[in-house]
């Protein structure tokens, strides 16, 4: 049955007119270009940071709890309610950052989260007792969850409708970058003949802080989003910024560009309400949030079961030096970041549906077969490690394909704070709950615990792969506006189930 997504006039807040506009179709018919790789750079490089940073933390904590570190903390307390904490801080930073986006612009809001992740990292640098090391845990993940609202939104705004589940994919999937690099860094950091013991995890935090600011200095460049300006009374800003970029694009291409498909009418807000944003979440598209629920949920549990154990496990049942286990985590992380690479292309050809429901499916199910393996005593440290690659490969795709559905498939004005609402309850159920449930089973030297930890974290993505086959949304190659009319639209939209 048809539902409208379109208010009553009394609950549209604030209005500044009534606009027609054709900036959503001249976006989507841009060709790729120069432009939209500054936008990549700008804006997909922070996940590179947000791996390194996890990574780094996960490997150097048999070194933390060591005597001589610096810190009075066990490698319990790093990898169990250190980890509880970032996760916890990435969780309020996404609502916190993810309201002020939709209210105040993508542009200020992934300058602002990239400050304060920075911030918080060089404190964390400088740590000297274990509530300071928490404290900026927290801190550090406040600011990477207004990243994962700011950005995401942004970047599905600025990308053609073509290629945007395939970029989408691959800037999440390059968390994985930063960690191959925080792992094979954790090496060289955790040397003692290089770096003292209380040094080495300190200056792996400083190397962090200069990345950023490295990239803080390239985000200057990326434009605000026109949808954004738009809707919120900036339709001049929104037209000329269009309208520079595709010259740029016909200089660089050496042609003209195609009309645009069509135009769409909407009423201009400043602001939208928690409550409008509520009702259309939850009232409008009830299906649309179970399979946001079910996605997130299932990624955080497969994730936390493998990661957050990863050392530990490799310490305890093979007996590998805590300085090599850096090789190993390095060998998956390569496996999570070609997943994305070779199968986000996928997403736009053969579908949402079909590529989301296999990757979630198919990972879960090669868990199950490692968990039996493990619980056979047949794996080696290399055979395990090897294992996890190919679960990952299809894992990490799948687990990408989350953001990109949960940032495409609700309206513009509720983007933001959709993404960080799917991403602050599924992580918090996979990634709070996660760490303190696997760290004493996989620390604990039990084979059958650590099977366990495998085998939650594989029914879970099963079974989120079973919501998708039933509740995907068709969005390839659709426009944003198409997928979710604006709330802000004159016309009375029909959505997609």
Known sequence: MAVSATPEPSEIPEETGTVTTAVPARLDRLPWSRWHWMIVIGLGTVWILDGLEVTTVGNIAGRLAEEGSGLPISSAQVTGMAAALYVAGACSGALFFGWLTDRFGRKKLF??????????????????????????????????????????????????????????????????????????????????DIFAANIGWRLTFALGVVLGLVILLVRRNVPESPRWQFIHGRGEEAEKLVSDVERQVEEEKGRKLPPPAGEITIHQRKSIGFGLIAKTVFTKYPRRTVLGLALFIGQAFLYNAITFGFGAILTKFFDVQVGHTGYYFAVIAAGNFLGPLLLGKLFDTVGRRI????????????????????????????????????????????????????????????RAMAIAFFYAVGTAAGGIAGPLIFADLTESGVIGETVLAFQIG??????????????????????LEDIATPLSSVKTPTPAP
């Open 111 to 192: 300058i602002t989260t990239l400050a304060v992740y920075l911030a918080a990292t060089a404190l964390t640098a400088v740590s000297f007792d274990v509530w300071w090391f928490f404290l900026f845990r927290f801190l550090t993940g406040f600011g990477i969850g207004g990243e994962y609202a700011a950005i995401n939104s942004a970047i599905d705004e600025l990308i053609p409708s073509e290629y945007r589940g395939r970029v989408d994919l691959i800037i999440n999937g390059s968390y994985w970058l930063g960690a191959i690099g925080g792992a094979l860094l954790s090496i060289v950091m955790l040397d003692t």
């Open 458 to 479: 594989a029914a879970l993505m099963c079974a989120a792969g079973l919501v998708a086959v039933f509740l995907a949304v068709k969005a390839e190659r659709r426009s």
């Open 355 to 414: 590529m989301i429901s296999s990757t979630y499916i198919l990972s879960g199910l090669l868990l199950f077969v490692t968990a039996w393996l493990f619980s056979q005593e047949v794996l080696t440290a290399t055979t395990l490690t090897a294992c996890w690659c190919v679960v990952l490969f299809f894992a990490s795709a799948g687990a990408s394909s989350a953001y990109l559905t949960v940032s495409e498939i609700f309206p513009m004005e509720t």
